[in-house]
């Protein structure tokens, strides 16, 4: 038996219970830091399988580690789960009419129940190749909440918890099977709070010290900093307390809350060096004080490009979903609940994959990912998303796997995608990215020169150790997020 067969029977040993557990977590769909259910239902499978639970690692409640170590325990390998979700995306299940099972409810958007509960199967499977296979390691199945919030992988990652992790897979729910090439940028978000002092706007202007003038200055130099940043950077704000309603009012107290995002880290963190040196100028314009905290931050994520070859095989082997023509027809459903130029904007984009003659009658025919697409290590270009995988990339070599959960084109962070997530095609996927996941490691283990070398590309990113892009104050934002 060939080592993909072995492992899809290990996958097929537990699809129903996967499937049972991406479904559940799909309903409970809690958000960032309260997925107490999600996480208590994965800790139980995974201590049925065997695993040993720390529960509430990094000072957070709904973080965890599932451990199963076989002979000598080396190497030890990570799968990083995730099962928070999004606000205001609840919508039926499978159904391609939006429909919400709770008004204005939470809801699965970006799948990360199936990323949850795709990981659990991964882990298992891989616990069992080891134990059959009389090979050494350790499987950790780290349980990371609120990836769509503050994140928790960050503070994982500070709290030293992959310092002994010889490696990192996971991967994301997407319309593509991949080991994608594009990397995702590095952010940084901070409150700026200023105080000046209150009087009497029309009888005592002269005594009052504008906290709002303070931030609208604050912001007038940040669109001019606009033209003297690198174009792939961003910075972007929104009041969060513009110092009351009364314009008879001097305002004496605002709060702005600011985003800077840019490829890498350190472009990132020399850009919000910047944007504090504005508001450090806005406030001595203004006669008033400012002071920030920081309130989350992500590294930026990059593959590691030793590992990455391995998933892309372990891919190409597996082969993508087998998709039937149901689903290609519910596929074909979702893509039509897109509004005409929505549509018309998905087809132009599936043109950097599909032959642009091939497009409309893969669209009307078959509109699910039928085929897998390698690894490009020349890929050089950024998603302009950020993700806290990102840190766990600069802890541990780290690969990301994609697997189609939904049709070509569907948008992320929508209720097609909740819909998706308690699908067929969703399920299916899941299936998949458990068996390419598991393949994957296991060659991995079998290969300990390759693990040496992705650790030496690593230590030319990192310089040897993990460094936090959050000062040490910040702490997880629970219940603050
Ligand atoms: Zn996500």
Excluded at 186 to 200: E, P, Q, R, T, V
Excluded at 306 to 324: C, H, K, Q, V, Y
Excluded at 345 to 358: G, K, N, R, T, V
Aim: charged share 20%; proline share 5%; glycine share 10%.
């Amino acid at each position: 038996m060939s080592t993909l067969e072995e492992i899809r029977n290990y996958v097929d040993r537990l699809s129903e219970k996967t499937v049972n557990i991406a479904r559940d977590i799909w309903e409970y769909a809690e958000l960032s830091y309260t997925e107490i259910r999600s996480a208590k239902e994965l800790e139980d499978a995974l201590e049925e399988e065997g695993f040993r639970i720390t529960t509430g690692i990094a000072d957070i409640p709904t973080a965890f580690m599932a451990e199963y170590k076989v002979g000598t325990g080396v190497p030890v390998m990570g799968f990083l789960g995730e099962y928070d979700a999004l606000d205001g995306l609840s919508q039926a299940a499978g159904k391609p009419v939006r429909e919400a099972v709770v008004q204005g409810g939470c809801g699965h958007g970006c799948g990360h129940n199936l990323l949850g509960a795709g990981c659990f199967a991964a882990a298992v499977a891989v616990k069992d190749y080891l134990l059959n296979n009389e090979m050494n390691g350790t499987v950790i199945y780290f349980g990371c909440p609120a990836e769509e919030g503050a994140g928790s992988k960050q503070f994982i990652a500070r709290a030293g918890y992959f310092d002994k992790v010889d490696f990192a897979y996971t991967w994301h729910p997407n319309s593509r099977n991949e080991v994608s090439g594009k990397s995702s940028v590095a952010i940084m978000g901070a409150n700026f709070i200023f105080d000046g002092i209150a009087s009497h706007a029309g009888g005592a202007p002269h005594l009052g010290r504008s906290a709002l003038d303070a931030v609208e200055l604050m912001n007038v130099g940040c669109n001019y900093l606009r033209e003297h940043m690198i174009d792939q950077a961003r910075v972007h704000y929104a009041y969060s307390d513009a110092g009351g309603t009364a314009p008879n009012v001097v305002q004496s107290h605002a709060v702005i809350k600011y985003e800077v995002r840019a490829p890498k880290v350190n472009q990132m963190q020399e850009l919000f060096t910047r944007v504090v040196d504005i508001a450090k100028g806005a406030a001595l314009m203004t006669g008033t004080e400012m002071n920030y905290e920081i309130t989350m931050a992500f590294s930026d994520y990059i593959q590691n490009k030793t590992l990455a070859p391995i998933m892309s095989d372990a891919l190409r082997e597996a082969g993508p979903p087998a998709w039937t023509e149901e689903d290609y027809k519910l596929a074909g459903e979702f893509f039509r609940t897109y509004p005409k130029s929505t549509q018309q904007s998905i087809l132009e984009q599936l043109a950097e994959y599909i032959d642009p003659d091939e497009i409309e009658r893969t669209m009307l025919d078959r509109p699910l990912d039928s085929v897998t697409r390698e690894f490009d290590p020349k890929e050089t270009r950024y998603e302009s998303g950020s993700t806290d995988v990102g840190d766990v990339g600069y802890a541990t070599p780290t690969v990301t796997l994609h697997i189609a959960t939904a049709g070509l084109g569907n948008v992320g962070h929508s209720w097609q995608n909740t819909a998706l997530a308690n699908s067929p095609i969703g399920m299916k996927g899941m299936l998949k990215a458990a068996e390419v996941m598991a393949l994957a490691a296991v060659n991995t283990f079998r290969n300990p020169e390759l693990i040496a070398k992705a650790k030496e590309e690593l230590r030319k990113k990192n310089g040897g150790r993990y460094t936090c892009p959050l000062p040490e104050y910040v702490q997880p934002p629970i219940g603050r997020y």
